[in-house]
């Protein structure tokens, strides 16, 4: 075990440094917005999205009333909503539409500075090439985001959650890259561990917890929490019995999950073994990585990342144990900000740890 200097790169301005700085908000802040549209219904109240108008909200009594007519067109409508009042569509219309219209501003924030920079040459070339990565995997998102939309607006009263979980892991891998491009940047004479056995544990972390993201994604998307809301048990038993009857294990469970808890008590069954393997994983990285004899940041990095593990964890379990009925909105959205703080920690963590 020991230190080396990492291999000088290009200095970036701080305006550069500010501006990706700024990119990870909003993209967090985006991801945020999403959640609360998710929980509170609103993701399928606008049916369509006009390039230009599509930015513009209804103004006028009669666009509301044409905005409005469109949703009762929708399955969510007549299945779920049916009876709405023109004031709680206004509620679900202005989370889709602050959720949509960010996006678009995300664009104008990044598009005008990069500009500029690439104007000045404050640009090289390996930070141009993670950029127009960073330009791809947002466009897909926002695809991705579309797709997951358009699914709900056919047969079923809702979004799919498959879909909703690839779009909801696919923001995150987003905002991962682009917090590794910002600590490329904000951090370029960093000095590097060189562990094999933190670096291996690390990285089978983070497998672990983006397979977690995706069956988080799923039981948001098929409102899991609230089949089974108890903890430490599921309704008395670790095993939910309905996972043990071979009966339940048909194709149709798992495309028609919301015919069956069978599906939901999948899902829930592994988030909940997934958290467990995080956080026994998270304090034998913390553990190891205090017999090392790093830098302050190092140290403050480690136990960042081992209490954003126990954070998350918790605010999972206050999610689970308070669903009876319907999944708690704060809760729920402050779940989803751990997953992104705990992403941002480990991350850095990550970018400190080298192999020998």
Do not use: C
Request: glycine share 8%; net charge positive; proline share 4%.
């Amino acid at each position: 075990i020991h230190f080396i200097m990492s291999e000088k790169i290009k200095l970036y301005s701080k305006a550069v440094k500010v501006w990706l700085a700024i990119g990870l908000i909003m993209v967090a802040v985006q991801i945020f917005l999403g959640g609360v549209t998710r929980l509170t219904g609103s993701g399928l109240s606008i049916t369509k999205w006009d390039i230009v108008t599509g930015t513009i909200p209804p103004l006028t009594q009669a666009e509301w009333e044409d905005a409005f007519d469109l949703y009762k067109q929708t399955p969510q409508y007549h299945k779920i909503n049916s009876g709405m009042t023109l004031p709680d569509f206004k509620f679900i219309f202005f989370w889709e539409y602050t959720h949509r219209l960010w996006g678009r501003i995300m664009g104008f924030v990044f598009l005008i500075p990069f500009i500029v920079f690439w104007r000045r040459k404050e640009i090289d070339t390996p930070l141009m090439r993670r950029l127009v990565v960073v330009v791809l995997m947002a466009a897909v998102v926002a695809s991705l985001g579309w797709i997951m939309v358009a699914s709900g607006l056919i047969n079923r009263p809702w979004v799919n959650a498959y879909k909703l979980a690839i779009h909801l892991s696919a923001a995150l891998i987003l905002f991962g890259y682009l917090l590794w491009t910002y600590y490329s940047v904000a951090i370029p004479n960093k000095r590097v561990i060189h562990n094999d056995v933190l670096k291996r544990w690390i990285t089978i972390f983070m497998v672990i917890f983006f397979t977690q993201l995706f069956l988080g994604g799923m039981m948001s998307g098929m409102k899991a929490g609230i089949y089974f809301p108890t903890w430490p048990d599921m309704n008395g038993q670790f095993v939910p019995r309905v996972l043990l009857d071979s009966a339940n294990w048909v194709s149709d469970n798992f495309v028609y999950y919301e015919q069956s808890p069978f599906m939901s008590g999948l899902v829930q069954f592994f988030h909940r073994l997934f958290a467990y393997l995080l956080i026994i994983i998270g304090l034998y990285v913390f553990f190891k990585g205090r017999n090392i004899k790093g830098t302050r940041f190092f140290t403050a990095s480690l136990y960042l990342f081992v209490g954003m593990v126990n954070v998350q964890v918790l605010l999972g379990i206050l999610t689970v144990m308070n669903s009876s009925g319907a999944i708690p909105l704060w809760l729920g959205v402050f779940h989803q900000l751990g997953a992104i703080l705990l992403l941002t920690s480990f991350l850095l963590l990550k970018f400190q740890i080298r192999k020998t």
